[in-house]
């Protein structure tokens, strides 16, 4: 953020931000001056045991990103080829590592890896 694109992008944020008026009215529409609760109910969740496991053998295999080969382990997610919750196992061969925003849209449908190990994005439709 020193020079460059990034230089650029955190100027054009900075003056963006100087420029915010935050009168009582803006305050108010963005929930500032009101006192409303801050969390939603307790959910109770069910861990996958292995899990913990299953990420950390694939950072140690992969070491990165099978898309965008990002290396920031932080910011790197284990996949399933066949879903946990259909049956899928946590074994390297059933098995991708990804940067978790790319996960996400794997899970969700909007992208998808082929027979032939290509990465495909889903047409618009």
């Keep these: 953020m020193t020079s460059g694109e990034g230089l650029r992008?955190?100027?054009?944020?900075?003056?963006?931000?100087?420029?915010?008026?935050?009168?009582?009215?803006?305050?108010?529409?963005?929930?500032?001056m009101e006192e409303r609760p801050r969390y939603g109910q307790t959910v109770t969740i069910r861990p996958r045991l292995g899990q913990g496991s299953f990420r950390y053998v694939l950072q140690s295999v992969y070491k990165k990103c099978a898309v965008t080969r990002e290396q920031?382990?932080?910011?790197?997610?284990?996949?399933?080829?066949?879903?946990?919750?259909?049956?899928?196992?946590h074994e390297v061969p059933n098995r991708l590592l990804l940067r978790a925003d790319i996960h996400r849209l794997y899970d969700r449908g909007f992208v998808t890896v082929t027979p032939d190990f290509r990465f495909k994005v889903r047409s618009a439709s």
């Design 9 to 32: 992008i955190w100027k054009g944020c900075m003056e963006r931000a100087a420029n915010l008026s935050l009168t009582p009215t803006a305050c108010f529409n963005l929930g500032i």
């Design 72 to 89: 920031s382990l932080p910011a790197l997610d284990a996949a399933h080829i066949v879903p946990y919750a259909h049956g899928g196992v």
